[in-house]
């Protein structure tokens, strides 16, 4: 069974530009979430789909957006780029949204703005 | 909103001695706590969860205790081997959901040989 996917790995933009991340997750799940990583923040909680239906929403801007498509992959966007937002953005993926599903994470994209 | 902090930042140990990672929370309702190591470039791995019913976990090396009354719960790995160093983040929160699920800032784990 194929694991979490996010494509693209790596990613550099400039500031005041815009870009999109997509996560793949594991067949059958309809959970996805999307998490900042920055050093020594831990995993900020950016937002969760289930269902395409955005479930909840982190303490971010409003620059940071997301969507969920039928077949549950989603992507997230950034606009207006800041240099504060060079991060590893990782998703995960569950079952369901309830924690007795394990929730598995993909391997990251790492955004750098210069 | 849950806080969840996290001790030590960074951690260093001689290989087959044991490490323990302290986190404590702020949101009493919390009743789940999962643990997870993420090797350098690596994705996070849950490796131990325990809920509020207990208040300790084993599986093999490591275990997780639990203070509801002091609102802190620990990491410990017995017999640490080099494969053990990582970033390994303690979360807490509801667990009815991930979206109310808070991680600590992470402990940077070395085993020295």
Request: a positive charge; aromatic letters at 10%.
């Amino acid at each position: 069974k194929a694991g979490v996917t996010q494509t693209p790995r790596y990613l550099i933009k400039t500031r005041g530009q815009q870009v999109t991340l997509s996560c793949s997750p594991i067949s059958g799940h309809r959970s996805v979430s999307w998490y900042q990583q920055t050093p020594g923040q831990g995993l900020q909680f950016l937002f969760e789909y289930f269902s395409e239906t955005q479930r909840n929403k982190g303490n971010f801007p409003g620059r940071f957006s997301g969507r969920q498509f039928s077949n549950s992959r989603s992507e997230m966007n950034v606009s207006t780029l800041e240099l504060g937002d060079s991060a590893l953005y990782l998703c995960a993926s569950s079952l369901g949204r309830d924690t007795n599903y394990e929730q598995y994470f993909g391997p990251g994209t790492r955004l750098t703005v210069t | 909103g849950e806080n969840v902090e996290q001790h030590p930042s960074t951690l260093s140990v001689q290989e087959g001695d044991s490490a323990v990672i302290k986190c404590t929370y702020s949101d009493s309702a919390s009743n789940y706590f999962p643990w997870y190591k993420q090797e350098l470039g690596k994705r996070p791995q849950l490796i131990i969860d325990i809920r509020s019913n207990v208040g300790e976990k084993k599986d093999q090396r490591i275990a997780v205790t639990l203070n509801k009354t002091a609102k802190h719960f620990s990491l410990h790995i017995t017999e640490t081997q080099p494969e053990d160093s990582a970033v390994y983040f303690c979360a807490a929160g509801q667990k009815t959901s991930y979206d109310k699920v808070i991680f600590g800032p992470g402990t940077s784990l070395s085993v020295i040989p």
